[in-house]
């Protein structure tokens, strides 16, 4: 399995910020674009944002665009999503995956990865 574990989540403030971070133990992420994707109670899976295998892409959903960063260190085989600027409306339980696109390519939709493992809660709320 291609599992990562997403962390990080937690209650914050609208406004206030939050860092996740998506990790694997038993294999390296270098190979792989990484996608990051949320999901409120009620609703379906939304995509969030992705990096490319090689750092050099990255892309964003609209609603999150300007707020959100993600992030990658390989010396850590971790990858970041860096949340400020946060609104009730993100409130979700966030998941990371892998995929497979060309090396500097990489795509927001959630179809295009595989693995959602152990999700993070985010709470945005006063």
């Known amino acids: 399995q291609l599992q990562l574990v997403a962390s990080g989540g937690g209650l914050v403030q609208p406004g206030g910020s939050l860092r996740l971070s998506c990790a694997a133990s038993e294999f390296s992420l270098d190979f792989y674009a990484i996608g990051w994707s949320r999901q409120a109670p009620g609703k379906g899976r939304e995509g969030v944002s992705c990096i490319s295998s090689s750092g050099a892409a990255a892309n964003y959903a609209d609603s999150v665009k300007g707020r959100f960063t993600i992030s990658r260190d390989n010396a850590k085989n971790t990858v970041y999503l860096q949340m400020d600027g946060l609104e009730p409306e993100d409130t979700a339980v966030y998941y990371c995956?892998?995929?497979?696109?060309?090396?500097?390519?990489?795509?927001?939709?959630?179809?295009?990865?595989?693995?959602w493992g152990q999700g993070t809660q985010v709470t945005v709320s006063s």
């Open positions: 995956a892998v995929g497979s696109p060309p090396k500097n390519m990489c795509v927001v939709d959630p179809a295009f990865y595989d693995h």
